[in-house]
């Protein structure tokens, strides 16, 4: 079956993550997304080690589902070629410096008056607005404006800390895919498009609403707790005999019945773990007191004891561990696409299950200018055309076997 946006068209003018990972939600749920890249390709594609066969692991992941055209835009014909495929788009991505498209001609006041119903989503590092609308962005520099490096880490006193994935990267492009569908609902009832306008920066905030509460009711900014939670205890990484294992007694109910399952009914009792506030209050000491019993038996022990109590628990999972878990495998997660150059490649598969129209993971990334030739036949090139403009550089031509 065709995915929920079977029929959407969507025109990705982004490089490296976050521009990607919004083309890559809507590919997986269904649109055609065709990649723009300039000639010498997205940054992406040499963002190595690793390679598979010569072809960047992390192009590969970023991008797969996705059609590729590869377009000088410093040539007429280049930028002719994306203004035809941008006036029938339903949807453009970009995460160009500002002003970038208004230079090329193909800013969105100007394409809505060739195109009215498109959306238009832009993805920046401080969004278009405000007093640093004119800077770069990137993840590392997000996240500590964001306040979020204050947040992560072991604990006061330790330098700060990146959270390990770029998660302002990763965030942005799913709100931006979000505002893309929203406007897109939108445009479905009224026939109007409009512009989509979000940023790393903006990204990374959302990820401090606990501590933003925290900080708006005490005028108190919170600091790191390791794996530990900012309102509630015990919900943190304990040590077993042999690794780590994540325990979530976030709840009174919780907290009782994993003293009970711990054989430690006594704390239950402890004036300094009565409450939820207590133990936050005393969090320290609470820790002291499960470590010493859990550093008792082994990780499997007690995740089959936590399992069998109903408490919610797991282990705490290298990622190839994650990749060969039995819930990763049976949500279809880690699906395998085929790859011109590079042979059959893993990917990371759609995060959203759809009941009547499943969204897909089955093409690979595409070699640059894969698709190059067959795209602008479909936007109304002859071919006559098509291989005067690769003569003249205007595209660049990589039609698979």
Not at 117 to 131: A, D, K, N, Q
Request: aromatic content about 6%; glycine content about 12%.
């Amino acid at each position: 079956m065709p995915g929920p946006l079977n029929g959407c068209k969507v025109i990705e003018l982004a490089h490296i993550m976050a521009g990607p990972v919004c083309g890559l939600m809507l590919a997986d749920m269904g649109a055609d997304v065709i990649k723009v890249e300039k000639p010498t390709g997205d940054d992406t594609r040499r963002s190595v080690p690793p390679e598979i066969e010569g072809e960047s692991a992390a192009f590969m992941m970023m991008n797969r589902n996705k059609r590729g055209v590869a377009l000088d835009l410093k040539c007429d014909a280049g930028k002719e070629a994306l203004r035809r495929m941008l006036s029938t788009a339903d949807i453009v991505i970009e995460n160009y410096r500002k002003g970038a498209m208004e230079k090329l001609g193909l800013g969105y006041e100007t394409l809505r008056e060739i195109n009215p119903g498109l959306i238009y989503v832009e993805i920046s590092g401080f969004g278009r607005t405000g007093p640093y609308a004119e800077r770069g962005g990137f993840d590392l520099i997000a996240q500590g404006m964001s306040g979020l490096m204050s947040i992560t880490g072991e604990g006061p006193g330790r330098p700060p800390v990146k959270v390990g994935a770029p998660v302002s990267d990763i965030t942005a492009g799913i709100i931006g895919a979000m505002g893309a569908l929203a406007a897109y609902a939108n445009r479905l009832k009224t026939g109007n498009g409009q512009k989509v306008d979000t940023s790393l920066f903006e990204a990374a905030i959302v990820h401090t609403y606990w501590q933003s509460a925290i900080a708006f009711a005490t005028d108190t900014s919170p600091g790191p707790m390791g794996s530990g939670h900012p309102l509630n205890a015990p919900y943190q990484a304990f040590e077993t005999s042999d690794g780590w294992i994540n325990i979530g007694a976030a709840n009174q109910a919780n907290w009782e019945k994993l003293t009970n399952l711990i054989k430690a009914p006594v704390l239950a009792r402890d004036e300094r773990f009565i409450t939820n506030a207590d133990r936050m209050a005393n969090r320290a000491a609470l820790e002291g007191e499960l470590n010493a019993i859990l550093r008792q038996k082994s990780t499997e022990y007690w995740l089959s004891i936590f399992e069998k109590g109903g408490l919610p628990a797991g282990p705490v999972l290298s990622i190839r561990e994650m990749h060969q878990d039995p819930q990763t495998l049976a949500r279809e997660m880690v699906p395998k696409v085929h790859h011109p150059v590079a042979g059959d490649v893993q990917t990371i598969g759609l995060p959203v299950k759809f009941s009547g129209t499943p969204g897909r993971v089955e093409n690979a990334a595409p070699l640059l200018g894969q698709h190059s030739k067959s795209i602008l036949s479909e936007y109304g090139f002859d071919m006559g055309e098509i291989e005067a403009m690769v003569q003249q550089g205007a595209i660049i031509s990589n039609e698979a076997t």
